[in-house]
Every structure is written in structure tokens, then in C-alpha cells.
Nanobody, 117 residues
Framework: VQLVESGGGLVQPGGSLRLSCAAS????????MSWYRQVPGKERELVAA????????HLTDLAKGRFTISRDNDKNTVYLQMNSLKPEDTAVYYC???????????WGQGTQVTVSS
């Protein structure tokens, strides 16, 4: 099983990034997917989530109006489009998979996002 995030990097305030999380080794279309983020010394926090079929999404307050979560079940990939980035969005971003049917979940290794001028 693998969840591999990519797309992080350094961006200026107001800029955009698109994170991707490529999944393998499990039935991606049977898993709800989420993006979390974490900064040193703080707990990991939920950013956005999407149901297994992609029909419903949830954006937390920190993401509403700026971020969009989507998925492509043919490509086994979930995305996080981040616009209007702020310095406080600086964090390691993780994708998380949770089975619809079983007590099974997986974490990716994370990708660093740094928002700075």
C-alpha cells in the first residue's frame, strides 16, 4: 500500500499550488480520502475530505473559499487545489485514506508547503 503526495513547494503569498496523492495497493474507489496538515508542535488538522465516489466534499473553515478537493478514481489520485495561499498555510500536507467498509486506513508520507515571500 502506498500513498504518495506530490506538488508541494515554496510559493509566494497569494499564489496557488495543486497537491496530488497517488494511491496504490488498495481499492482506491472504496476509500474516502482526506487532506490533513501539520506544523511542528501542533496537532494534525483536517483540511478537506471527499467521499469514495467523489459525490460529496467537506471543506473545513480554513479551506472554504480557497481550496478545492477532487479525485479521479480512474487514476487512483486525489487532489487539493490551493489558491490564495497565506503564510499560515505553511505546513506538511498529508493525504489519508479511510475504507468505507473495513477498519482500514492509510497515511501518506507528506509533502511540504511553504508560503513565503
Amino acid at each position: 500500500v502506498q500513498l504518495v503526495e506530490s506538488g508541494g513547494g515554496l510559493v509566494q503569498p497569494g499564489g496557488s499550488l495543486r497537491l496530488s496523492c497517488a494511491a496504490s495497493g488498495f481499492t482506491f474507489s472504496s476509500y474516502a480520502m482526506s487532506w490533513y496538515r501539520q506544523v511542528p508542535g501542533k496537532e494534525r488538522e483536517l483540511v478537506a475530505a471527499i467521499t469514495s465516489a467523489g459525490g460529496s466534499t467537506h471543506l473545513t473553515d480554513l479551506a472554504k473559499g480557497r481550496f478545492t478537493i477532487s479525485r479521479d478514481n480512474d487514476k487512483n489520485t486525489v487532489y487539493l487545489q490551493m489558491n490564495s495561499l497565506k503564510p499560515e498555510d505553511t505546513a506538511v500536507y498529508y493525504c489519508y485514506a479511510q475504507s468505507d467498509w473495513y477498519p482500514s486506513d492509510y497515511w501518506g508520507q507528506g509533502t511540504q508547503v511553504t508560503v513565503s515571500s
